[in-house]
């Protein structure tokens, strides 16, 4: 792949000025610091996205977003890393001149350019045989405008119209310079065969006397089209769409989506239906989070595209019996990709686009509001309904709805959902998870792995996998809230459990480091807490001298050597900063939270970020407020000493456990000299800290 060159990236992110990016997107206010307004990825009415100039970093303390000016880019746009250095580019006209390309790998973006080019001449030629023939404006224009589609609805879609022609767009694009294979690979023009299925060099417009939809990427670039007649005949299919093509694939995209995807984030909600002219029907009417599978059953990957937007999608079924027993099969796919599903029914005969006609934009959003029930609920009560007064067919739903429970990830949502069913269905709720469990189980055995989706409902109480009893059993007690592992590596750095009930309230509940280890055979994480101080003074003050011609980033390398981080992430954020501080540059935040790794950007973007600023107020009350800006080497030798402690006090574990095993006297006599001379250490590394630590044998 192709790649920019790291001197343009970095010049493209030190000329991008995030608060301009952002501020394209929101209106941001100032408030001390830094700009704050509603985060543009979730619905919030009190401001939680923050936006560091200083810093060029961005984050949402609500949906938990952030990340540098490239990232606010690939999250708002929906793109991958290099279309978003290509698209701030664009934005402060910087050139673009990629690093060069092997002859394949030029050939192959050459091709895939080449197709997204001619489409592009495809749709445009498309749009002005709608707006500008005779043909296009009475019969296309007319079509849509009697569907109740308006001008403007019409340009954002770029919807078009193909004249009734054999090779229009053919002589076209061959009068514009365009080769014809690229018309033959995008499908806009078929190849002619005869009998025996051989080329007889005769080609014709795939698309002839129809109404164009443009098909967007993501990106906004055209992939393919929908097109549909407005002939009467009953041997024509209705709606022809292009093929499969290199830059086409139906798995991967959902209509409308390039429209729809910043409402689809700030509603919070992703309508989903069938057809294009649904799509235009209700978002003209308003509704512009709505997406089309276009007639095809649901992908994975078109879920996943939902996904990237939003958790939420609501399904507007049609009012036709058949149409709906067709389309759960795909819901439970939405179900499985860890979606909350809702459904909206119309009434028998409408669909979304019809119904929309009929009552109204303010009627058709009041409906789908009031009408929008949960897929579970909904697909219990028909399947009940139509099987009410066959028991055989009655024991068949159960199970179809037991395979969609199945399938939701949420444990909580299951037993809800199992509740639910034994309601509607007038089943004892424990026959109905005794049938579920081994629907799980068959299920498991099934996949790869031998391990199923969900979870297993145990017949004790407090089920491992479940996490809750069954129905029958008493409620158990609320569990306390455990300590963070920072609050934890509070406690037993600076002191007793005692202190930190005090501090975290009688709720809290803390577990010693050696019952947890032998709980799940991972420590606290107490050494990350303190890596993680180290690497952020680094990254966020290299080039501050603690002493005069000493930096922040020379004087914690100093102390602390070449490998001091455990933690794989950290170590390699460690490294490249030496590496840089080698080349005679100071570790920039700016420039590593635009890294193309994504684990480095969301690293170094939680080590920059903060909610809270010091108040003003504290100042002139004379209230004093250790600053690390003011006290660069306070702050260093702090983290340092609290680092190296930790370290002790883990050699001090190892001692103490071998201990605990059979041992000769010399061995015995060395590991009790090891523990008086690391617990000196201890209480010395305490004293420098100004600490007192209570810590037993």
């Known amino acids: 792949m192709a790649r920019i060159p790291k001197e343009l990236v970095d010049h493209i992110i030190q000329t991008a000025d995030i608060v301009e990016v952002v501020g394209d997107f929101v209106q941001l206010k100032r408030k001390g610091q830094n700009l704050w307004a509603p985060c543009p990825f979730h619905n919030e009415k009190s401001p939680s996205f923050s936006v560091n100039p200083a810093k060029s970093l961005y984050k949402c303390f609500g949906c938990g977003k952030a990340g540098g000016v490239v990232q606010f880019v690939m999250d708002v746009e929906g793109t991958s890393y290099v279309e978003a250095l290509k698209y701030l580019a664009k934005k402060y006209a910087i050139e673009i001149q990629e690093e060069e390309k092997t002859p394949q790998q030029q050939l192959e973006q050459n091709e895939r350019d080449s197709q997204f080019i001619v489409s592009d001449f495809a749709k445009n030629h498309y749009h002005r045989l709608l707006l500008n023939s005779e043909e296009g404006m009475s019969i296309g224009y007319g079509y849509l405008k009697e569907r109740g589609l308006n001008l403007s609805t019409i340009q954002t ?140 059953s649901l992908t994975e990957g078109q879920i996943r595209l939902i996904k990237r937007y939003s958790d939420n999608v609501t399904v507007l079924y049609d009012g036709d019996a058949a149409g709906i027993k067709a389309s759960l099969r795909g819901t439970d796919l939405l179900l499985e990709g860890g979606l909350n599903v809702r459904v909206v029914l119309f009434p028998d005969g409408d669909d979304p686009d019809s119904y929309i006609r009929k009552v109204g934009d303010q009627r058709f959003t009041e409906y789908i509001e009031t009408k929008s029930q949960d897929f579970i609920s909904f697909k219990t009560t028909l399947v009940a309904r139509e099987a009410s007064n066959d028991p055989v067919k009655k024991a068949e739903a159960i199970r179809d709805v037991l395979h969609s429970i199945a399938k939701v990830p949420d444990a909580i949502k299951r037993q809800v959902f199992l509740q639910q069913t034994s309601a509607t269905f007038g089943i004892d709720e424990q026959v109905l998870i005794t049938e579920y469990n081994k629907l799980v189980k068959t299920a498991s055995q099934k996949a790869p792995g031998g391990s199923g989706n969900a979870g297993s409902y145990g017949q004790g109480a407090g089920s491992a996998n479940t996490g809750f009893p069954p129905s029958n059993n008493p409620r158990s007690a609320p569990a306390p809230r455990p300590m963070t592992d920072e609050e934890e590596a509070e406690m037993l750095m600076y002191g007793g459990h005692e202190a930190t009930v005090e501090i975290l309230g009688a709720g809290a509940s803390f577990q010693p480091s050696a019952a947890k280890a032998a709980a799940d055979d991972d420590t606290p994480d107490m050494l990350q807490v303190c890596e993680r101080e180290v690497l952020r003074l680094l990254v966020l003050y290299a080039g501050r001298e603690v002493e005069e011609e000493i930096s922040v980033a020379a004087y914690l390398m100093g102390q ?51 909610r809270y600023e010091i108040s003003p107020n504290w100042r002139t009350k004379e209230i004093y407020v250790f600053n690390e800006v003011d006290l660069p080497k306070l702050a260093c030798d702090n983290a340092v000493l609290r680092l190296n402690k930790v370290h002790v006090q883990r050699e001090l574990d190892q001692c103490l456990e071998k201990l605990r095993h059979p041992l000769d006297d010399v061995e015995m006599f060395e590991i009790l000299g090891d523990i008086k001379r690391l617990k000196e250490l201890d209480n010395e590394l305490a004293g420098l800290l100004g600490t007192v630590v209570g810590r037993t044998a």
């Open 157 to 296: 879609f770029e919807l078009g119209y193909s004249l009734d022609a054999w090779d229009d767009l053919m002589k076209a694009a061959e009068a514009a310079g365009y080769d014809k294979k690229y018309l033959e690979k995008t499908g806009l023009t078929v190849i002619r065969t005869d009998d025996q299925g051989k080329d007889t060099g005769r080609r014709y417009d795939r698309f002839r006397g129809r109404v164009m939809f443009p098909i967007h990427n993501i990106s906004g670039r055209v992939v393919g089209f929908g097109a549909r007649t407005l002939k009467r005949d009953d041997k024509m299919a209705k709606y022809l769409n292009s093929p499969e093509s290199e830059i086409y694939h139906k798995s991967d995209v959902l209509y409308g989506l390039f429209q729809a995807r910043q409402a689809i984030r700030t509603q919070e909600v992703c309508y989903l239906v069938e057809g294009y002219l649904d799509v235009l029907s209700l978002y003209q009417g308003g509704i512009k989070n709505v997406v089309a599978s276009s007639g095809t």
């Open 560 to 610: 602390l050597g070449e490998n001091p981080l455990q933690k794989p992430l950290y170590a390699e954020m460690w490294e490249i900063c030496r590496q840089e501080l080698l080349a005679g540059r100071f570790p920039d935040a700016r420039l590593l939270a635009q890294n193309e790794r994504e684990d480095i950007r969301q690293l170094i973007t939680d080590l920059a970020t903060e």
